[in-house]
DNA sequence: GCCAACGTTGGC
DNA sequence: GCCAACGTTGGC
């Protein structure tokens, strides 16, 4: 399963924001990852599925990972339909929350790790739309004191 | 607040 | 199709 890294700044969409997202039932919602406005980080949300995982970055003042979501709803055009560059359609996906960091891991920790220094978050600062390797990912999550490998969601809860 | 890196635009 | 100029992102 692939997973992802999305990238927000705080003063705009928070961690925060996301979680208390609730539907009718009082449960966890989704929302829009939308105003997505880069040709690579639109191709990475073409690619994301149903079900995957992202980590929930903040950045600004600062720059750690402070959560994971899902994708909840694959790629589609935004509402309303942003008409920016002529029948070219941006696109969003929807994402729900999963889990906090039990520790927040900051950008200037996560390049401590040789293993870590190849992560497209420090070869390309400015892409919000990212992929992670499932190595990293799984390196990270326990860097967090979440459990890469259970399989019950929510790995912990919010 | 600065500026490097990146992406886009438009003249040629 | 190249590339200079410009705008934006985001780390420092």
Not at 128 to 152: F, H, T, Y
Request: with cysteine; charged share 25%; proline share 8%.
């Amino acid at each position: 399963m692939p997973y992802w890294l999305l990238k927000t700044e705080p003063d705009s969409w928070s961690w925060q924001d996301q979680i208390v997202q609730r539907n009718p039932k009082g449960e966890r919602g989704s929302v829009p990852w939308d105003g997505v406005r880069n040709f690579t980080a639109r191709k990475f949300l073409l690619e994301m599925r149903y079900g995957d995982l992202c980590f929930f970055y903040h950045t600004g003042k600062e720059r750690r990972i402070v959560g994971l979501v899902e994708i909840t709803r694959e790629a589609y055009p935004e509402v309303p339909p942003q008409k920016e560059i002529a029948s070219f359609p941006w696109i969003c996906v929807d994402v729900r929350a999963v889990a906090s960091a039990l520790t927040p891991l900051s950008l200037s920790e996560i390049k401590l790790y040789p293993e870590l220094k190849e992560m497209v978050l420090l070869r390309n600062s400015r892409l919000s739309v990212q992929p992670v390797r499932a190595e990293e990912w799984n390196r990270i999550c326990l860097l967090m004191g979440l459990d890469p490998m259970d399989k019950n969601l929510p790995l912990v809860s919010l």
